[in-house]
């Protein structure tokens, strides 16, 4: 396809977006990173200049890509998804270790990280597979396959261990969901979500027992409840369904019944026993059960001061106290949105999250306008890992979340990241250009 | 089959988590300024400076005490991040063991993690300058700098005083005072604590996460700086009281000099005494408590005020002058030395009043005191023995004998004259009479008098008749003022011109062959003094002598007092006439006589205080 029409196809809402929020990205590293001494925002010393380069080699990138054919970047998908994986296995056992975990290549004080090039590889081989004319998602095996595809990097990242990217990975739920995966599946994952953190509520509470002289865990209490409501359930289903209907229903009962006692119990275990202490205290910090300012919930707390500060206008363009004085850890990385918020209030960091939504709903509309289901898959696959992102580093630094290390896309520096986004979105803007030659 | 509807799904759920996130924010940054608060309270610091205290002169403008500086460090022990390297560095740089140090970090996080308290007090500024390059490496670690004071005169620490922490009781008094602020502890940093001490200041600074000042907040708009305190000039000449400590030392007494025309103090030596740089810093409590617990010599009790003496045979001169003034003698009166009712000493038989002075004659003054106790105004002794004693009482006051003088020192004692109601006391009302008590007529009895007092009996005479209350601070800060009761002119009630008499028979005292203060005699000056010698039981006797210089136009009245050496003539006659002539003429002419001084140990201890 020649030049003047491709620019035609282009879909310049997401370009336009894109731009303004590396660019936006790029000025507020700046401002993290500002040194009286370092004043250029190109100084390559600094992160700020670093970066710079980045963009330029994204920059290189969106050429590249563009310049490619849509059926060669289809056709190369597999092939990209196992050079991932060969790259996940390679730094397992070539990789730099940082804060104990492998995960990466370093080159000098250039360094490149799989983790973030693996999901380009899931994206495009699970929208490679799920399109093929032979699979039909319904298909026991084809779920399978499916699963695998995701799964398998999941556990190479596991093992560096980077347990916040396979948190992200997780965003393919979404994607799956959109392709047939039953609905119920994503509502028990709620469902269950939920129960277990009122379980942790629940479980440093210790209760008396009337009549008893015996002292027990909170969420035995809890599952005692769920008895009760289980009870109350199988007669209310008794009374108020219809005969016919009824075997179902208690099947479903007894299902939920059986899955909540089991969670609630099992969730004691597996936080006492599978987590480590920081991870813990991380979590009960988060619920409100345990305070620490100086240790784990010090970054929280110093993230919410920075943000809640801001007030509505900001304290202005490099006028932040937190931000100058590196009140906040990690600042231009995890951590970002503090900067945001400090510098530019409630007008600022809501700004931000509206143009993050626009973005995300613009993608949205343009998987749906495909025709070809490789496209589409991989459309929300992108919008699914960029929500992902956004959800975890923004609900982290406003004390939603837990401390889990994951980048903001766009803001937070680095080029492994910067890059990854980068192919995706390009990607998936260089295969939508081409929506209109594609019959179906 | 195609799950398009399920799009509407997956776009509510990215609308409601932006909604949700957009709401936390409101919440935390519209609604509330906790955040906003809490932001200021970690970058924004504020930083005491403190005043420096008012330097102290004396009356030649010569520096006696200064300041110097020192540096506390503080410790925040959340900072800490290695403990284990740091306590060896640091501990190392402080000179002190890794023990100390860790239980000072103990102390330190007892108090607070958040709030920086004292780690190590006072370091003196020349280990300080080694430290404060290594500093930056142990961001948990805040020098505070601080001023105590130095001695380049070492001399009068009584009456210098010295400073101290101030304690939790000062601070419920005067809220003005924080933890850690230095007070005035005796002496004239205590009297004159509020003139001394100054203003606290305060700089508002922003800090990084690191503690550290990066600058002034608001460019110093709500700084306030700190004022320092006023200086004082003290009435004290250094180099005389220098003089007076070198020559009483060795030996147990005190010296007290006065200019009689304004009541300023020359020269207040209590000696033995301590080097006021002793109780400075650091080592002032291991210090104190030394010399605290030397009670035999007592280095820390300031004998000027509050040794308390018989005052001996130089209260026969009151006696002379209330005599005189009451008109019970007159000058030409002679009365036998009748050695059967009360002893004496010296080939004298009928004096007239000068001469008994000269010869300091008990039964003469016995008769004086018998006259103005006994009046005759009542038949019964005793009534009349009491309105007599309430009378005389009155007029001894009047020299300022009986109460404290109220000088600017805390402490000072008032002595003790006798009167009727501890004659009432000891022997019952109307039991007593002039026969009773007849001992107070020699200055024996039940009279006390403490050294300042004497001086200022000295001053009296050689003003012929009144006095200032004796002071120690002839200015204070810019405008030269002085407190005002030093102002007033107290008179004694005597007519002047009775005083010739006095001067006369202590000019002879001294200058006349055979006076008992021979020894005081000087080339040049005319030095009018009168011996004493107080009895002490069993112990041996002290040596007394006051006296004023020169006759005419006197510039000096002085006291001196030396414990368990004798006669008054044979010590402290000589060494008031040093005095007189080191600072009339700014040097001595016999060095013999000097050195005989300095030779003279005698830190006699009484059996009852080993």
């Known amino acids: 396809m020649n030049r003047p029409e491709l620019l035609k196809n282009i879909d310049w809402i997401i370009i336009g977006l894109y731009v303004v929020l590396v660019i936006a990205g790029w000025i507020n590293i700046y401002a993290a990173n500002y040194q009286p001494n370092h004043p250029s925002i190109f100084d390559p010393t600094m992160e700020y200049g670093k970066q710079f380069r980045w963009i330029i080699g994204a920059g290189i990138i969106i050429f590249i890509i563009l310049m490619l054919d849509s059926g060669f970047i289809i056709n190369i998908s597999i092939p990209a998804y196992i050079a991932t994986l060969v790259l996940l296995i390679g730094v397992l056992i070539f990789g730099k270790e940082v804060n104990g975990a492998k995960s990466w290549f370093g080159f000098g004080s250039f360094g490149i990280q799989p983790s973030e090039f693996a999901k380009v590889g899931v994206a495009m081989a699970l929208a490679r597979y799920l399109s093929l004319p032979t699979t039909r998602f319904y298909d026991l095996n084809s779920k399978l396959i499916a699963y695998a595809i995701i799964i398998i990097p999941s556990v190479l990242i596991a093992l560096q261990p980077d347990i916040g990217t396979v948190l992200v990975f997780s965003a393919f739920i979404l994607t799956l969901y959109r392709e047939g995966l039953s609905g119920n599946i994503l509502l028990l994952g709620i469902l269950a979500i939920i129960l277990s953190v009122i379980s942790l509520l629940f479980k440093p509470i210790m209760v008396t027992l009337p009549l008893v002289d015996l002292s027990i865990q909170g969420q035995y209490v809890l599952m005692f409840f769920i008895l009760i409501f289980g009870i109350i359930s199988y007669f209310g289903i008794k009374l108020f369904v219809f005969p016919r209907y009824r075997k179902n229903k208690y099947r479903l009962l007894l299902f939920g019944f059986i899955g909540s006692m089991l969670l609630t119990f099992s969730v004691d275990r597996v936080f006492e026993k599978g987590l480590d202490n920081h991870q813990k205290t991380r979590i009960n910090i988060l619920l409100g059960l345990e305070e620490d300012p100086l240790g784990a919930g010090y970054n929280v707390n110093q993230s919410k001061t920075a943000i809640g500060s801001g007030r509505i206008t900001g304290k202005g363009f490099l006028k932040g106290q937190l931000t100058k004085y590196k009140y906040v850890p990690m600042q231009s990385t995890d951590f970002i949105f503090c900067t945001i918020g400090e510098e530019w209030g409630f007008i600022g960091s809501s700004t931000v999250i509206i143009l993050f939504m626009i973005l995300l709903i613009r993608i949205i509309i343009i998987a749906e306008r495909q025709k070809q289901s490789y496209v589409r898959i991989f459309a929300y696959s992108v919008a699914s890992i960029l929500f992902l992102h956004f959800l975890i580093n923004i609900g982290m630094a406003i004390g939603l979340a837990p401390v889990i290390g994951i980048p903001l896309p766009f803001f937070s520096y680095g080029g492994s990241s910067l890059w990854a986004f980068t192919i995706l979105i390009f990607i998936l803007i260089r295969l939508d250009a081409d929506r209109v030659n594609f019959l179906r | ?610």
């Not at chain 2, 399920?6 to 990215?14: A, C, L």
């Not at chain 2, 419920?172 to 200041?201: F, H, V």
């Not at chain 2, 300022?400 to 006798?418: N, R, T």
């Open chain 2, 1 to 610: 089959m195609d799950f398009k509807e399920r799009s509407w799904v997956i776009i509510s759920i990215i609308l409601i988590i932006g909604f949700i996130f957009i709401v936390r924010l409101f919440f935390l940054q519209v609604t509330t300024d906790h955040w906003a608060q809490k932001s200021a309270s970690i970058t924004e610091k504020k930083i005491t400076t403190y005043p420096a205290r008012g330097l102290i002169y004396d009356r030649n403008g010569r520096l006696m005490v200064a300041n110097k500086a020192v540096y506390d460090l503080m410790i925040l022990p959340a900072d800490v991040k290695n403990n284990e390297s740091d306590s060896v560095e640091v501990s190392k740089l402080l000179d002190i063991s890794t023990k100390e140090y860790q239980l000072a970090l103990y102390k330190a996080r007892e108090y607070s993690a958040y709030k920086p308290s004292t780690f190590v007090e006072q370091i003196p500024a020349e280990q300080f300058g080694y430290l404060v390059d290594q500093l930056y490496k142990y961001p948990e670690f805040i020098p505070v700098p601080r001023t105590l004071r130095s001695y380049p005169i070492p001399v009068a620490p009584h009456t210098i005083g010295y400073i101290s922490e101030v304690s939790p009781n000062q601070i419920k008094q005067n809220p003005y005072y924080k933890s850690g602020d230095y007070i005035g502890a005796s002496g004239i940093e205590k009297t004159y604590e509020s003139d001394l001490k100054g203003e606290r200041g305060v700089r508002y600074i922003v800090v990084d996460v690191h503690n550290k000042e990066i600058e002034s907040y608001k460019k110093g708009a709500f700084d306030k700086a700190a004022v320092s305190g006023n200086d004082l000039i003290l009435s004290i000449d250094a180099l005389l009281q220098e003089y007076g400590e070198k020559l009483m030392q060795n030996k147990k007494g005190s010296i007290v000099a006065i200019e009689p025309k304004t009541g300023e103090v020359l020269a207040l030596v209590s000696s033995p005494g301590y080097n006021p740089n002793k109780l400075v810093g650091r080592e002032r409590s291991e210090n104190y408590k030394k010399l605290a617990a030397n009670d035999s010599l007592g280095p820390l009790f300031n004998r000027t005020l509050n040794a308390q003496y018989r005052p001996g045979s130089v209260f026969k001169i009151i006696e002379a002058l209330i005599g005189l003034e009451e008109g019970v003698i007159k000058p030409e009166t002679r009365i036998r030395c009748n050695r059967g009712i009360i002893n004496c000493h010296g080939a004298h038989s009928n004096d007239d009043l000068k001469n008994a002075i000269i010869h300091s004659c008990n039964p003469y003054f016995r008769d004086v005191y018998r006259r103005l106790i006994q009046r005759g105004e009542y038949s019964s002794i005793y009534k009349d023995s009491e309105a007599g004693l309430k009378s005389w009482r009155k007029r001894v006051m009047n020299f300022g004998f009986g109460a404290p003088l109220g000088i600017d020192l805390e402490g000072e004692k008032s002595g003790q004259v006798p009167g009727v109601s501890l004659y009432d006391k000891w022997y019952g009302h109307g039991r007593w009479a002039f026969s009773t008590i007849y001992s107070n007529s020699i200055g024996e009895g039940e009279l006390l008098v403490v050294p300042l007092q004497m001086a200022n009996l000295a001053a009296i005479i050689a003003n012929k008749g009144y006095y200032y209350i004796p002071h120690l601070v002839k200015s204070i800060g810019d405008q030269n003022a002085i407190r005002s009761e030093y102002t007033v002119k107290h008179e004694s009630m005597i007519a002047p011109e009775h005083f010739d008499l006095v001067q006369d028979a202590m000019e002879a005292v001294v200058n006349q062959t055979g006076g008992t203060a021979r020894r005081a005699r000087s080339k040049d000056i005319i030095i009018c003094g009168k011996t004493g010698t107080v009895e002490n039981g069993d112990y041996p006797d002290h040596s007394v002598f006051i006296a004023f210089a020169p006759r005419e136009n006197p510039k000096i009245a002085i006291a001196v007092y030396v414990e368990y050496a004798g006669f008054g003539g044979t010590w402290a006659a000589p060494i008031a006439s040093l005095m007189i002539e080191k600072y009339l003429k700014g040097d001595i002419s016999n060095q013999r006589k000097e050195q005989r001084i300095l030779d003279f140990k005698n830190l006699y201890i009484k059996k009852t205080e080993e």
